[in-house]
């Protein structure tokens, strides 16, 4: 494995393949209505409703100047330079002291939630898609939520362990948001608020955990960054318990001027590695669909952030994740996949 300052990364250069993105109802995860602001600050409307739509429909936004303007930050156009050049301000995303965990919070993967601007000692953060809600598949859904609540259950247990506290001690917040793709694809065919209906899960959740004897509440919708179609190229895949906290801001320069962007990416921060890559992959899939960047998608990275004591963990989640991408470099989307290792917690 790579010193802190250094990774690896796996690539294929399959031909691009820019075409025209098709729009698909809610219940296909990405459809919404709303105004759409692009970075470039143009605007464009998707007005998509829940029933299938028709041939003469041409809601998608135009994500061509959006496209543009993302693949011109360094990470999106070089990850390991990048990576390399803004080493120190990635590693201070991570909480690496040794103070005890005291609070634990659950958010979506999605890229556009907003998240601290600095890092806080004794926090950890879960990313998961929709907070859950697409963890666990049983037949029923009452028998999910024990399945997830038992995951956090133990993931809870375990960090209290290490620090030698009463389980207690520690606050697990879930929360919710806003046009959910996550909450879209669990209940766009049975709700006609598939992000009430996300809520309804998570307060059940909280329900199932208490009785876990683990603190837990709901904290309900967070913010997000006003975007409503997705529009990264990237997403990081996080292997250290919950220490990787936020995404850093750099100077970048975007057509041609010099100023400071946030990265910009999912993030995956799982209790369990196998659902991880499942919501990596999920990302992926957002990306190339009807509420992102669809047929124009050129090129997608993944960073795994990776713990050095654990080689053939590391190992396992590359190989899956690269199983997994090879229906997209099919169609012309050209993945990279970046390794990192996780800065160490300070003895």
Not at 21 to 29: E, I, V
Not at 228 to 243: A, E, K, Q, W, Y
């Amino acid at each position: 494995m790579a010193s802190p300052d250094q990774h690896n990364s796996i690539e294929s250069s399959p031909q691009s393949n820019i075409g025209t993105p098709q729009l698909f109802p809610r219940r296909d995860f990405l459809a919404y209505g709303a105004m759409v602001t692009l970075l470039d600050g143009t605007a464009a409307s998707d007005t998509e409703c829940l029933s299938p739509p028709s041939p003469s429909m041409h809601n998608h936004p135009d994500m061509t100047a959006e496209l543009k303007t993302q693949i011109q930050h360094g990470f999106n156009k070089n990850p390991e330079k990048w990576l390399e050049e803004h080493g120190k301000e990635f590693d201070a995303c991570f909480d690496c002291s040794n103070d005890p965990v005291t609070e634990v919070v659950v958010l979506c993967i999605d890229e556009r939630m907003l998240t601290a601007v600095q890092t806080k000692s004794g926090v950890r953060v879960l990313r998961m898609a929709g907070s859950g809600v697409l963890f666990s598949k049983q037949p029923t859904e009452d028998l999910e939520i024990e399945v997830l609540a038992d995951s956090y259950a133990r993931y809870i247990r375990e960090l209290a362990k290490q620090s030698g506290q009463p389980v207690d001690s520690i606050t697990l917040k879930i929360t919710s948001h806003k046009t959910c793709g996550a909450a879209g694809e669990k209940f766009g065919e049975t709700s006609d608020d598939p992000d009430e209906s996300a809520r309804v899960y998570q307060k059940k959740l909280v329900a199932a955990l208490k009785k876990r004897g683990i603190r837990a509440e709901f904290t309900n919708d967070v913010p997000m960054n006003g975007k409503t179609v997705h529009n990264t190229l990237g997403t990081i895949f996080d292997l250290s318990g919950g220490r990787f906290q936020r995404l850093p801001m750099t100077k970048e320069t975007i057509d041609g001027k010099e100023r400071p962007v946030s990265l910009n990416t999912f993030v995956v921060s799982p209790t369990e590695d196998g659902k991880g890559v499942e919501d990596a992959l999920l990302s992926l899939k957002i990306a190339s669909g009807s509420h992102s960047y669809g047929e124009q998608l050129p090129q997608y990275t993944f960073l795994a952030l990776m713990n050095s004591d654990e080689p053939e963990r590391s190992a396992k989640i590359i190989r899956e994740l690269t199983a997994g991408v090879r229906p997209y470099e099919a169609k012309g989307i050209k993945v990279k996949i970046v390794t990192r290792e996780a800065p160490a917690v300070k003895k």
